[in-house]
């Protein structure tokens, strides 16, 4: 019963990031728009990385996938990715500061950035706008929030790897 509840305590904190994620904002504040649900998908892989991984990944990939409208599979295969890198590098990324976790965590959304404009370059055709990688900004600034809030759940709940 309790890998159920934990279970759930996750999937809630993911449904509350793509409510983030695809949540309307003001025009001039588009391009840093932070990658919410990829720093949930993140910090579960580090901080769980038995029970969320690169499965847990692709789910969120494709959910956003479908919610934008995109391509199927883009992100997919960019949270599969990230998500492969993260569990596997857990025990590093773990022992990083917060503001270390921070800088990784930023880079990452490049990654995941180029990702998908890559693929959707090959695709389509299309060009990056300016400030497409603006992002990792917004990124950066809420990652130890995102991070100390995520981790005070999972330690209220007693969610272990």
Not at 31 to 36: G, H, L, S, T, V
Not at 133 to 145: C, D, E, M
């Amino acid at each position: 019963m309790r890998g159920f509840f934990n279970l759930l305590i996750v999937i809630l904190t993911l449904l509350v990031a793509v409510v983030l994620q695809i949540l309307p904002i003001p025009e001039q504040f588009a391009n840093f728009r932070p990658d919410w649900l990829l720093a949930c998908v993140f910090y579960w892989c580090i901080a769980l990385p038995m029970r969320f991984n690169v499965l847990g990944a692709f789910i969120c990939g494709l959910v956003l996938d479908l919610l934008l409208g995109s391509t199927l599979g883009i992100r997919a295969l960019s949270f599969s990715l990230i998500g492969y890198i993260a569990a596997i590098n857990y025990v590093r990324l773990r022992n990083l500061s917060l503001w270390q976790q921070a800088i990784v965590f930023a880079l990452t959304c490049i990654a995941n950035k180029a990702v998908i404009f890559w693929i959707n370059y090959i695709v389509h055709g299309v060009q990056a706008p300016v400030g497409y990688f603006y992002s990792a900004i917004g990124s950066l600034i809420i990652w130890p929030w995102i991070y100390l809030l995520l981790r005070k759940l999972r330690r209220r709940f007693r969610m272990e790897a």
